[in-house]
């Protein structure tokens, strides 16, 4: 069956009209969608009259009913309780869902949005660590002679592994206990050395 709007003269189903028992055909005469653009516009442009009117009616209610109030939230707090918690669990949930879909239905495009960002990131990194290069060259020179010098004086593991790549060994194959026998020889070598002189 269908009913004509009187507002925008289109004839629609009466599905989309709302059920009202004492008019003759049995729905409004003006459709839902109609209405619902008669409301929002009407809504908006008396937002603070009906925002202001709604506060006042909560006001008065609360103070008419203030005892009614108090040992109804007293007689209902551990339900509350269990109700807010229940709703934030279900609220929790229902993110992680819209999440999951979300990543689900925007697989490719979160793929390109990460690669994006690591070269952008990337070339960031770059061009900073190019910077501070520049215009920290010589303190870091002069930092990684240090460096190299301690190296050599106490030699550290990576002097030693230098050391004994040097010879031919392969990185990969060089054990601690390798790196402290080259270290023993290294040193019996400086103490001959010094000792001959
Ligand atoms: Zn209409």
């Known amino acids: 069956m269908e009913n004509t709007c009187k507002k925008c003269n289109e004839t629609k189903d009466v599905s989309l009209f709302v059920k009202n028992k004492r008019l003759k055909k049995g729905v409004e005469n ?6 619902s653009e008669y409301y929002n516009v009407y809504f908006k442009k ?3 009259t009906l925002k202001n009117k709604n506060k006042e009616r909560c006001k008065k209610y609360r103070v ?7 040992e109804y939230n007293i007689k209902n707090s551990s339900i509350k309780k269990e ?3 229940k709703r934030r669990l279900e609220f929790n949930e229902k993110i992680k869902l819209q999440e999951k879909e979300y990543r689900l239905k925007n697989n490719e495009a979160i793929k390109d949005r990460k690669k994006e960002y690591y070269f952008v990131k990337r070339a960031y990194i770059i061009e900073k660590s190019k910077n501070y290069y520049s215009t920290n060259s010589t303190s870091i020179l002069f930092n990684s002679k ?3 010098q301690n190296d050599i004086d106490f030699l550290n ?3 030693v592994k230098k050391l004994l ?3 031919g060994f392969e990185r ?12 023993i020889i290294t040193k019996t070598k400086r103490l001959c050395k010094t000792s001959k002189i």
């Open 172 to 183: 990969k194959k060089i054990t601690p206990e390798l790196i402290e026998i080259q270290r």
């Open 165 to 167: 790549t040097n010879k």
């Open 146 to 148: 240090i460096i190299l």
């Open 46 to 48: 008396n937002y603070e």
């Open 157 to 159: 593991d990576s002097y």
């Open 64 to 70: 008419e009913n203030a005892e009614k109030l108090k």
């Open 83 to 85: 109700y807010d918690k």
């Open 30 to 35: 003006i459709c839902n969608k109609c209405k």
